[in-house]
């Protein structure tokens, strides 16, 4: 899949290509703020967009063509699908969303958040909070580029705020 970068001030676009055929096609957009992870199994988009001053999480189910908003509110970018579960999803997601414009001003570094770490099952819409990061390590961690192993026992990330590299056991 491709994707436009994402701007709260632009419209942008998610496309998937066939390798096959090299024909593309758009599966969601126009949408301000658009960032969006495809699933492993590539039947569901988590997608974020603009909201006003803030943003909304949605998981658009590909084959039925319909959007359901996510209980919580965090932008894509901060996202991880399951290795083992292709209905599962673990996201950083802030405590508290300040006005701006978004996801630029994250990503230039003028707003940063202090996340805790969620997991979704996104056909039953079940949500567990997993981590308050801010409590488990008494520091303020933003994050980002979220990776989990292939056992998903641990949970990979990196803190926006410092660079640091984290890990998470998700057995606790």
Request: glycine share 6%; proline share 2%; charged share 20%.
């Amino acid at each position: 899949n491709l994707t436009t970068k994402a701007s709260g001030v632009a419209s942008g676009y998610m496309y998937t290509i066939d390798v096959k055929t090299g024909s593309m096609k758009n599966v969601l957009g126009p949408k301000k703020g658009l960032s969006g992870k495809m699933s492993r199994d590539l039947s569901k988009i988590l997608y974020s967009t603009k909201n006003g001053s803030n943003f909304l999480t949605y998981i658009l189910n590909i084959k039925a063509g319909s959007s359901d908003s996510v209980v919580f509110k965090t932008l894509a970018d901060k996202c991880v699908w399951s290795t083992l579960n292709k209905d599962d999803l673990y996201c950083g997601v802030p405590t508290d969303i300040p006005d701006g414009i978004y996801p630029d001003d994250w990503y230039m570094g003028k707003v940063s958040f202090s996340d805790q770490i969620w997991h979704l099952n996104t056909t039953t819409g079940e949500v567990h909070l997993i981590a308050n990061l801010l409590q488990l390590s008494n520091s303020i961690i933003d994050s980002t580029n979220l990776t989990i192993d292939k056992t998903e026992e641990t949970l990979y990330f990196i803190n926006k705020n410092d660079l640091s590299l984290w890990a998470l056991d998700l057995n606790q």
